[in-house]
């Protein structure tokens, strides 16, 4: 399997991000700079975090009207996964992909540290190697992860079963726990957690591999036959 990591001027967990596909899951992956218009040879699409163009307007707002941004909708359109990581969820629900929207932390801080998430739905193509309701450790480092959307909005995510990750103890105000969320296809997960800064018991946590382990397994059981 093949993923793309997009950068964008102010990425900085895109190092991380290749990493951990790489080294850690074995797979193969680029770089892919902001300004390509060219996603096709890619078969997962994968946004790290970081402080694009640095976080003016509001986290993600600038980086959602780049060239890339357009391809990667059609990707996820095409049925692609593709997964935003921290500042990659908030350029998610900038270009629509994901509903809602990010505000400021409620303690109005930037807050770096290991938390733990619940997996509140594992039947999605993101998350089928872990446990359903497995509390596994990932970091968060941000300052907007308080996600809200409306009331219908979030009744639409409850019944999709779109919550896939919930905080145990809920760090930054966001509505009913939340951390991630897929689109109603379930190709398009968004979190503010890292699952690429855990992916190595030296890091302090492996939990995040399994996250994208399930990728790759989802991705071979509906591309790869076996004779
Ligand atoms: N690590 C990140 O991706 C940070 C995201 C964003 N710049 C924020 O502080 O909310």
Known sequence: MKFAVIVFPGSNCDVDMYHAIKDE????????????????????ILLPGGFSYGDYLRSGAIAGFSNVMKEVV????????????????????????????????ENLKFMCRPVNLKVANNETAFTSAYKQDEIISVPIAHGE?????????????????????????????????????????????????????AVDELLGSADGLKLFQSIVKNWRESHVTTA
């Open 25 to 44: 899951l074995g797979e193969e992956v680029e770089y892919v700079w902001h300004d390509e218009t060219d996603l096709s040879g890619f078969d997962g």
């Open 74 to 105: 059609k990707a996820a359109e095409a049925g692609k996964p593709v997964l935003g990581v921290c500042n990659g969820f908030q350029i998610l629900l900038e270009v629509g992909l994901l509903p809602g929207a990010m505000k400021r932390n």
């Open 145 to 197: 992860g308080n996600y809200y959307c409306d009331e219908e909005t979030l009744q639409t995510l409850k019944a999709n079963n779109q919550i896939v990750f919930t905080y145990e103890t809920n760090p930054n105000g966001s509505l009913v726990d939340i951390a991630g969320i897929t689109n109603e296809r379930g190709n398009v997960l968004g979190m503010m957690p890292h699952p690429e800064r």
